[in-house]
């Protein structure tokens, strides 16, 4: 049996400013995805990358809040460009794209 995954994305901020939201949950995405969203989570050792991250204030910088909830643990964190953690970046990218 796979653990729940669920993981929200807001993106906002950047030069362009092109916000977006996106939520998946491996519950209702299909099989592949589901995995592929599974696996990326499991690689982050969310917990270390979480004490790297810094907030950022400069409004001209892409921000990305990301929260997850994975095997009844939750995690939530706001990165920004060019300080994004390269745990979280494969992640990042999945989200983004299944926004489109």
């Known amino acids: 049996m796979t653990l729940r995954v669920r993981a929200e994305l807001r993106r906002s901020g950047g030069f362009r400013a092109r916000s977006l939201r996106v939520v998946l949950d491996s519950d209702t995405l299909p099989r592949d995805q589901a995995a592929q969203l599974t696996s990326l989570v499991e690689q982050i050792d969310l917990t ?20 997850v909830e994975y095997g009844g643990r ?19 990218r999945f989200l983004t794209s299944a926004a489109r």
């Not at 939750?74 to 990042?92: D, K, S, Y």
């Open 48 to 67: 270390r990358v979480g004490a790297q991250i810094g907030a950022a204030s400069n409004a001209d910088l892409t921000r990305y809040q990301l929260a």
């Open 74 to 92: 939750h995690w939530r964190g706001t990165v920004a460009e060019p300080c994004v953690p390269v745990e979280l970046r494969p992640l990042l």
